[in-house]
């Protein structure tokens, strides 16, 4: 048995991926009433999701309250990233919109959902989250309250004994251990995942609002090969695309199937100790750029709302696209860190036009009917800016201080 899961675990993990993915689509046009296979699907995602917010908090206070020198530089450098390329990822959808307007057919609207009524709700929302109580937050996958009483009990805890430090500690790797074990099992999950999509909606899903998938894919394209190697290279002052595709193979693969960023924390995690990162740094802006690196989010949230106003024949000037960039920056950052997390934000930025909840309402509808595709290229890229963006404030660090860089 020993031998057969160390078989199992020397094969890429990639590899496995994609085993799972070609099993699960050809199931998936095959047997499409086996509906017991999107089994697989739900256990994995579950799982994920269930120790995900558990390890948030343990790492992020294990990794404060033993940390022995200050990382506050580089963990400032990688905050500005973060809001920096959430902001340019926000602006490029408004113009790329602008350039490219499209029409909605409009579906029926969510009715399960509710959205907020405005800029100041979702501001109220985001401060009420930070100071939520921290079980509940565990509870209810809050990640902004879960990081916020993480790192303040952290920091309370850099005066306690040096036992105390260390069951933190071996708690934080026991956590990490698991999630290791639930990832080898990602091929499992992953041909549940695309069964079950290819089952239900079957190859339509890429042809159907095949226009505005292409803008938002395309938008997040242009920021992962154009706009984030420009921060990585102000950083490194190297060519960025090795880094670049490193963190696209060893992140974004997983997070495409998961659709969550918080889920894909570890893997992360993983890549950065792999190369050598310091453990008190990436244990803190990994799960922060979970919460409030969302450039993915940004743009769905932009294209969305630009395509609603297009729709109902709004005109859209340039003081009120850069508006709307800021505001879509600042709420990507209130996305929840799980599937379709930024759909609900959609309505609060239309109201910036004018638009009316029933029509927004049914913006949202599309924005689950394109999820399949769109949620997942947007978790992609929410998470493999992740990592990317805190290894390069890093290795900006190494670079002043003469230290080698090798990608």
């Not at 990490?176 to 999509?197: D, Q, R, Y």
């Not at 696209?248 to 199937?257: G, I, N, Q």
């Not at 889920?263 to 993983?270: H, K, T």
Request: glycine residues 8%.
């Amino acid at each position: 048995m020993n031998n057969l899961i160390k078989k199992w675990t020397d094969i890429s993990l990639i590899k496995r991926i994609l085993g799972g993915l070609i099993i699960g689509a050809l199931l998936g046009i095959a047997v499409p009433k086996a509906s017991g296979i999107t089994v697989l699907g739900d256990l994995f995602v579950g799982a994920l999701k269930a120790v995900a917010p558990i390890l948030v908090f343990f790492l992020v206070m294990s990794s404060l309250s033993n940390a022995q020198n200050s990382h506050g530089g580089v963990i400032r450098t990688v905050i500005s990233l973060y809001m920096l390329s959430t902001l340019l990822a926000a602006v490029i959808a408004v113009f790329a919109s602008m350039a490219f307007p499209i029409e909605l057919t409009l579906a029926e609207a969510a009715e399960d959902a509710t959205a907020p009524g405005g800029v100041l709700e979702v501001l109220q929302t985001l401060i009420m989250n930070i100071v939520a109580n921290p079980v509940a937050s565990l509870a209810n996958a809050n990640y902004l309250g879960i990081l916020a009483w993480a790192v303040l009990l952290g920091i309370a805890l850099r005066t306690a004994g040096e036992h105390t430090k260390q069951v933190l500690q071996d708690i934080s790797s026991g956590i990490s251990t698991l999630v290791t074990w639930i990832i080898n099992l990602a091929p499992f999950g992953i041909l549940g995942l695309v069964f079950g999509t290819v089952s239900t909606s079957g190859l339509d899903i890429f042809t159907q609002y095949g226009l505005l998938l292409a803008l938002l894919v395309g938008c997040m394209l242009v920021v992962t090969f154009i706009t984030n190697p420009i921060l990585v290279f102000w950083c490194i002052r190297k060519n960025p695309f090795p880094l670049i595709f490193k963190c696209l193979k060893r992140s974004a693969v997983t997070a495409f199937f998961t659709r969550s960023s918080a889920a894909n924390i570890p893997v992360n995690m993983e890549v950065c100790r792999e190369m050598g990162m310091d453990k008190d740094t990436y244990s803190v802006t990994i799960p922060l750029g979970a919460t409030i690196n969302m450039d993915g989010a940004a743009i769905t949230i932009t294209v969305m709302t630009m395509a609603a106003a297009h729709t109902v024949g709004v005109a859209v000037d340039i003081p009120t696209a850069v508006i709307l960039s800021v505001l879509a920056a600042l709420s990507a950052c209130g996305a929840s860190g799980v599937a379709g997390g930024s759909l609900l934000l959609i309505p609060m930025a239309c109201s910036l036009f004018g638009i009316p909840d029933d029509i927004s309402m049914q913006v949202v509808g599309v924005g689950f009917i394109i999820g399949v595709v769109q949620d997942s290229v947007e978790t992609a890229l929410n998470s493999s800016s992740d990592l990317l963006l805190s290894i390069s404030a890093e290795l900006r660090q190494w670079r002043k201080e003469g230290r080698e860089i090798e990608i």
